[in-house]
């Protein structure tokens, strides 16, 4: 079997293909892979069967650029060999690669990691993305939603006969927890890894911040300010505005051993994301034994059990959100009871070495046709 990855992102997209290659490598070392993706694309593969094609579409639509690009992959498609499957991951990369893998003649699978349409921040920019999304459906033999949310709304919003989605959870091998001892080891922090962007919200992390400090020592430590964060400026100045210099610290980079011995070292994990496909960085802290707080958004509330491995709060209700954060930090044999729940509930549901034999078997049976109306609506993973 041959499967080709497609995607113009990194992050989370990048360490879903990553997990992806190796759980298929795990089930069938002769099965080969192809991955088109940008070159700054770096994950650890356990499979040495594996073709990288560096391409870069640019992320807003570019109808010159973007015909381009479709064309070049159109070519690269057609000399791969004919059993070969396509998935393809997020929007600009789902949308060139499952025209592309029809015109080769290929099964197309797509994974959003969040539709495009829950990003546009107007309205009629997000009608727009659903369009394009729904137009979409003839090319997609199947989607491969990463959470119930996701997959929920592929049929209600996408409007996808529910035969042609199926979930498969972003999971991951549990992280382990490093024996040195980073430079936050001594510090009292929770903290969160996310961009500066729309999607995440920060700006209800610094309002909460600003009403957490006023009845307890803490501080926030905010991993992954680097790679294309286009309000971090704003992010800067309104932590600026509320005087808490000293209390939120922003991080760039760090590569994936540092990151998790940070959230290792955290009170708590929180996510004020306004919408998730299924956020790994969640399932990482649940890995390592963190109680989260998170929004009620697709993909949190599909990693978070309110009240039994942590707490799920409506989006920029910042009272509320600080109020849980406050009561977790203050009554330790509840964190410590809800981060024994988040660990094992990481380990049913989020464990690459239990999921990944699920992955296996929908490539197996997309490149069969095996799909039919009845086995198709049945869930990889439900929780």
């Not at 870069?56 to 010159?64: A, D, L, M, Q, V």
């Not at 998935?87 to 600009?92: I, M, Q, R, V, Y």
């Not at 094992?344 to 490539?363: A, D, H, K």
């Amino acid at each position: 079997m041959h499967i080709i990855h497609i995607t113009q992102c990194l992050g989370g997209v990048e360490v879903y293909i990553c997990n992806a290659v190796n759980a298929c490598a795990a089930e069938d070392n002769s099965t080969s892979f192809t991955i088109f993706a940008p070159k700054d694309f770096r994950c650890n593969l356990k499979s040495r069967n594996v073709n990288f094609i560096h391409w870069e579409p640019k992320r807003s639509i570019n109808p010159f650029s973007d015909i381009s690009f479709l064309l070049k992959l159109i070519r690269h498609l057609k000399k791969l060999p004919e059993d070969s499957i396509v998935h393809c991951h997020s929007a600009k990369a789902g949308v060139l690669g499952r025209i592309a893998g029809k015109i080769a003649g290929f099964r197309t699978l797509y994974t959003p990691h969040a539709f495009s349409f829950l990003s546009a921040e107007h309205k009629f920019l997000r009608s727009i993305y659903k369009f394009i999304e729904r137009r979409m459906v003839p090319f997609t033999d199947l989607i491969v939603a990463t959470s119930e949310s996701e997959r929920k709304r592929a049929i209600k919003n996408v409007k996808i006969s529910p035969e042609k989605v199926i979930t498969w959870t972003n999971s991951i091998f549990r992280p382990e927890k490093s024996a040195s001892e980073s430079s936050f080891s001594n510090k009292n922090y929770i903290c969160t890894v996310a961009r500066p962007c729309y999607q995440k919200n920060l700006d209800m992390l610094v309002r909460v911040m600003a009403i957490i400090v006023k009845s307890t020592e803490i501080k926030c430590i905010i991993l992954g300010a680097g790679h294309y964060s286009p309000q971090k400026d704003h992010l800067v100045k309104l932590i600026k505005n509320y005087n808490l210099d000293d209390k939120i610290e922003l991080i760039e980079w760090l590569d994936r051993k540092d990151a998790l011995q940070v959230i290792a070292g955290s009170k708590l994990y929180v996510s004020s994301s306004r919408y998730e496909g299924l956020p790994l960085s969640v399932v990482e802290a649940m890995g390592l034994g963190k109680a989260c707080i998170v929004t009620d958004v697709d993909g949190n509330r599909d990693c978070v059990e309110n009240g039994k491995t942590g707490a799920v709060v409506p989006v920029n209700n910042d009272a509320f959100m600080a109020e849980r954060i406050v009561n977790l930090l203050t009554d330790e044999s509840e964190r410590k009871k809800l981060e024994k729940a988040a660990l094992e509930r990481f380990n049913t549901f989020f464990n690459l070495e239990i999921t990944g034999t699920n992955l296996f078997e929908v490539y197996k049976k997309i490149k069969t046709d095996m799909f039919s109306s009845s086995e198709g609506s049945n869930n990889v993973y439900k929780n």
